[in-house]
Structures are given as C-alpha cells and as structure tokens.
C-alpha cells in the first residue's frame, strides 16, 4: 500500500463533523440513563442511617453544650419565690467560674430522649479561673452527706431520732439546685428568729447575719421584706405557720421548713459555699445538707428565657427574658 493509500484509509476512518455532533448530542441521555439505573440499585436508607445516627449526632451536640458551655434548667419548685418561680425555665452560663470537659458530673441528662444515668467519668477535673461571689444565684449538685448541725435541730425541735435522721442525710444527693450564695470561704454565716414591727404590726423572721453585719429588713408586703447586706439588696419571702407531724404522732405547729430556720454561727472552710433560697421558710437548702464546694458549683443563672404557668399552652409572658443582673427583685404577684 502506498503512502498516499495509508493516508486515505487513515482520513476515511474519522468521523465527519455531522456524526460527531449526533453522538455529542445522544450522550448526555445515555448519561442520565445511566445514572436513574444506579439510583434504582441504590438500597434505601436504613433505621441506623435514617434515623439513630442524625438523632444520636443531636443529641451528644446539645449534650456536649450543656455540659460545658451553656445550660437551661427547668424550675419545678417555689424555693427562690420572688426572685425565681415555678415553671421558669433559667440559662444558665457554665463558662462563669470555670471549664469543664464535656459529660461531667454526677450525673449526665440526655436530652431529647429525657434520660439520665450516672456518670462514669465525674472524676474529670474541671479548670477554675474565677470565684462565685455573695448574692450570685448559681446551679450546683446537691450533696447527699449526713449533716450533723441540721440532726441537732431537728431534735431541738422535738423531733424523733428516726425523723431527725432521715432529714438530715439527703436520699438525692446528685440532683441540680438553684439557690442563692450568701456566703463564701472564711465567712461566718448565721440565721436567728427576730420579731420586728412593720407598719406598727409584730413580723417575725429569720435574719442573716454574716461576719456579724446583720441584714436590715424593710417595705414589708404581706410576707415578703427587702433584704439589705454586704451592699446587696434583694426580695425574700417567709411562709406562714403549718402542723407537722414529729414522728410519733405528735403535731409541731412549725414553718414549712423547721427548723433550721434558724442556725449557726456557721465558719466556711476553703473551696466552701453556703447556699439558701429567697423563699426562705420553704426552701430545703444549705440548712439542711451543709455548704457546697466549688467543684460541686456548675455554673451561674443569668436570665429566664421562658416561663409556663402549668403547662406549655399557658406561657408567663412577663416572665420572659426576666434577667438576673440587678441586685433588687421586684416582688412577685400574689
């Protein structure tokens, strides 16, 4: 074959522009074909892929968040009336004294799913750089040691043994609390009942004292009074009279919380926090399990972000985004 021969064949066997521009054209269906038929031989996504795994992700994010970063707590009880009432929901900034690795605690919550277990990894120590101060309202693990000085009270008051016993030794130990600091490391703490006029009508009271500055109490209304100390002033609330039984059939007529009521002087150690609510005849607090150490603090209450009074269908809207920065709570609405 001759040179000229090759090149011919060689010319001959190209496609022309036309057919070119055909198999450009046909090629973007066979593409798409292609591609439905992998699609239908693509198993459906199954229980783990479609649902365990993007719920579970959720989960340890928010779990993750608040554990170290920022936390909200519903409140069930009345134990911070005026300043916090049942059914506020509170943020709560973990980040204020300190850093803590993520799942730490006693116990760990999962939300979502409205799980809680113990934890296994508490003994991971958490990285303190500040100080919770007098008058800060913080969240903290509740201890669930005997308390000797609240024992000795309860029998003061003629309370049995057995009743003294089972009051003073929290059954649980390990749950969240809100409550008030009002006294820190060094401090002597003491409550004593009083009886005051107001309104040229008899009051009586439990005051604080702390470092034997006693609070000054003033605009009583109905059972609340203003509370001024170490320069912080706040509202706080004391119950009317109740019967409880002693535990021998005896009935004590006595506040909702006796009878520690009344207590100390009281010395804090180190790393030690005395904790009590504003709702101060109703509130089971330091009185009743002893001071709280740092490492039991979780973090510091800054706002309500909502509230519900007994259901969702039935919001407080005055209580929304209610913050905690001013050192003077308004009294709540009987």
Same mark, same amino acid.
């Given at each position: 074959?001759?040179?000229?021969d090759?090149?011919?064949?060689s010319?001959?066997?190209?496609?022309t522009?036309a057919a070119k521009?055909a198999?450009?054209a046909?090629?973007?269906?066979?593409?798409?074909?292609?591609?439905d038929?992998?699609k239908?031989?693509e198993?459906?996504?199954g229980?783990?892929k479609?649902?365990?795994?993007?719920?579970l992700?959720?989960?340890i994010?928010?779990t993750?968040?608040?554990?170290?970063?920022?936390?909200?707590?519903?409140?069930?009880?009345?134990s911070?009336i005026?300043?916090?009432?049942?059914g506020?929901r509170?943020v709560?900034n973990?980040?204020a004294?300190?850093?803590?690795l993520p799942?730490?605690?006693p116990?760990v919550?999962?939300?979502?799913?409205?799980?809680?277990?113990?934890?296994p990894?508490?003994?991971?120590?958490g990285?303190?750089?500040g100080?919770?101060?007098?008058?800060?309202?913080?969240?903290f693990?509740?201890p669930?040691?005997?308390?000797?000085?609240s024992?000795d009270?309860?029998?003061e008051?003629?309370f049995?043994?057995?009743?003294?016993?089972a009051?003073?030794?929290?059954t649980?130990g390990?749950?969240?609390?809100?409550?008030?600091i009002v006294?820190?490391?060094?401090?002597t703490?003491?409550m004593k009942?009083?009886?005051?006029?107001f309104d %040229?009508?008899?009051?009586?009271f439990?005051?604080?004292?702390?470092?034997?500055?006693?609070?000054v109490?003033?605009?009583k209304?109905n059972?609340e009074l203003t509370?001024?100390? %170490?320069g912080?002033?706040r509202r706080?609330?004391?119950?009317?009279?109740?019967?409880?039984n002693a535990?021998d059939?005896?009935?004590?007529?006595?506040p909702l919380?006796?009878?520690a009521?009344a207590f100390g002087?009281?010395?804090l150690?180190?790393d030690?926090y005395?904790?009590?609510?504003?709702?101060?005849d109703n509130s089971a607090d330091?009185r009743f399990? %002893?001071?709280v150490k740092?490492?039991q603090?979780?973090?510091k209450?800054k706002?309500?972000?909502?509230?519900?009074?007994?259901?969702?269908f039935n919001p407080?809207?005055?209580?929304?985004f209610?913050a905690f920065?001013s050192d003077?709570?308004?009294?709540?609405?009987?």
């Open positions: 074959m001759t040179d000229s090759s090149q011919s064949a010319v001959d066997d190209e496609p522009p521009a198999e450009t046909a090629s973007p269906t066979e593409d798409a074909s292609d591609s038929k992998k239908k031989k198993p459906p996504q229980l783990w479609g649902w365990i795994r993007p719920l992700t959720v989960v994010i928010v993750t968040l608040r554990s170290s970063l920022i936390d909200w707590n519903d409140v069930p009880t009345g911070m005026p300043t916090i009432v049942e506020d509170i709560v973990k980040l004294y300190s850093f803590n799942f730490n605690g116990v919550s999962v939300p979502i799913v409205n799980v809680s277990f113990n934890n990894l508490d003994f991971l120590p990285f303190y750089y100080t919770p101060e007098r008058n800060d309202i913080v969240t693990w509740k669930g040691e005997f308390y000797e000085p024992y009270l309860w029998i008051a003629g049995t043994e057995e009743y003294a016993l009051r003073s030794t929290p649980d390990g749950i969240r609390m809100v409550k008030r006294a820190v490391p060094g401090d703490v003491e009942l009083v009886v005051e006029k %040229g009508r008899p009051f009586e439990t005051k604080l004292i702390i470092n034997g500055e006693e609070a109490y003033s605009d209304k059972i509370e001024t100390i %170490g912080h002033t706080v609330r004391y119950a009317r009279y109740t019967e409880v535990g059939g005896r009935m004590i007529t006595l919380h006796p009878p009521r002087p009281l010395t150690g180190e030690e005395f904790m009590i609510g504003d709702n101060r330091g399990f %002893g001071p740092l490492d603090i979780t973090g209450a706002f309500v972000a909502v509230s519900f009074d007994g259901s969702y407080n809207w005055s209580r929304f209610h920065d003077l709570e308004q009294p709540a609405t009987e």
